[in-house]
């Protein structure tokens, strides 16, 4: 009677332990098919993100390029331009030097018209329209910022102050108003990275940092290089002397469609998919704010 006791109590032991053995696996699965769940829906973001901004790129493609087509014919014209105004400069001397009637008609559409005083500005005329038009197709190409191509691009060595220039270049003095720029970037830091990508990246930190500085304020941009880990890295920071970050923002600051813009607002790259693709390029970006101190995104890049 003691013997079946026991065996009832030993059966009894093992179906508990089972019981708890299955628990633990279910618990288990459940916790690796809520990660598979939370990956999954990450990645669909980023896929939403992405095809956002590549729509975007293509119509930014299309604008500048129809605005080039004018610039560049402007551009190219206007040697040709300065070339027939110094020759009819110099026709003109001559006709005025040879006397006899023309010098006469000559020197009276001097006396109603300060023709004299016109063609000596004409140098700085067009001195002044052809920076200004270089200025504005460096403006039209800067919109490749947002283009995308379907081929993949290639790894490039990159000179990051060179780069981050013309990614200043292209956003509006409107758009920075106030605020004082400073950028302490070496010419000797380069990187082998994707190019147009991380360019994505600088125009979303810095938009991100005029906005919050509303159009007054400092930003800083500066490098260093450190070694990281045993690897020599470059460090490029973005720091702003704004309202800064709380803890509970930072927390959710690199998660997919999360902003603190009004709709509408922004360039549309989220901090998420910057930091994928400052990872693509072997780097990594990371944030330190404190409320009432500013705020400074660092990428760390391969050096």
Known sequence: MRAQQTQSDERVELLKKRERDLLHSFEKRSQELQSISD??????????????????????????HEINNPLNFLINIIPDLRKDMDALATIRNMSIEGGGELAKKINTL?????????????????????????????????????????????????????????????????????????????????????????????VNLIINALDVLEQKGKLRIWAEDKVVEKEKKILLHFQDDGSGISEEIKKQIFTPFFTTKPKGRGTGLGLSIALELVRKSGGDLTLKSQVGEGSTFTITLPS
């Open 39 to 64: 990956q999954l829906a990450k990645a669909m973001a980023l896929s939403e993100e992405t095809e956002k901004l590549s729509s975007l790129g293509r119509m930014a493609a299309g604008v500048a």
């Open 110 to 202: 001097d006396q109603s018209s300060d023709l004299p005083a016109h063609l000596g500005e004409m140098e700085f005329v067009f001195d002044r329209m052809g920076k200004a038009l270089e200025k504005s197709s460096k403006i039209a190409n800067s919109l490749k910022v947002f283009s995308r191509s379907g081929e993949e691009e290639r790894l490039s060595l990159v000179t990051l102050k060179d780069l981050i220039q013309e990614t200043l270049d292209f956003i509006p003095p409107k758009v920075k108003g106030q605020t004082q720029i400073k950028l302490e970037v070496s010419e000797n830091f380069k990187c082998n990275i994707y190019r147009d990508e991380i360019e994505q990246v600088f």
